[in-house]
């Protein structure tokens, strides 16, 4: 039994491993999403929360096609560290009443979560580049620039209006 619950002896074998956590990731995170734009109260916060569904649904279609681009069948490995981000941020969601402090953590927690993304993403790309697959680093670069794209905006969107937002409240 090792570590990862899988066989990985080489580069390639922990490429796919990684490709296997993203589509697993990428799933938790498009069921998280709905729940997210249900429970947020800025209009500009919901509209980007669905923007970033539509295309989370497109990242595993990405996803699948790399995998078919480098011979493997898709499928998922679980991943701890996605489940524990969601945890948290459920968790402490769970805890705010106030709707505008409410706005600002789900806020930080969907940067929580791109920023585990564009990790993911950042060295997926590398390793792919590294064993001669620039095809499957293209595709996977269409994902990191979504991720990027979307904590860029979380964090002007939280900076402009969420936290100013949620620092008026009074207890
Ligand atoms: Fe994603
Ligand atoms: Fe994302």
Known sequence: MSLF??????????????????????????????????????????????????????????????????????GETTCPAIDGIIKAANATAADIDDKQVLDAALAFGAQMVEHYEIAQYGTLIAWARELGRNDCAAVLDENLAEEKATDEKLTQLAEARVNRAAGLQTA
């Open 5 to 74: 619950g899988a066989d990985i002896h080489t580069l390639d074998d922990l490429f796919v491993h990684g490709l296997k956590t993203i589509y697993y990731a990428e799933r938790q995170i498009a069921e998280t999403l709905p729940k997210m734009i249900e429970m947020a109260t800025n209009p500009e916060l919901r509209a980007g929360f669905e923007q970033h569904l539509r295309e989370t649904e497109n990242q595993r279609v990405r996803l699948e096609q790399v995998f078919r681009q480098h011979g493997v069948e898709a």
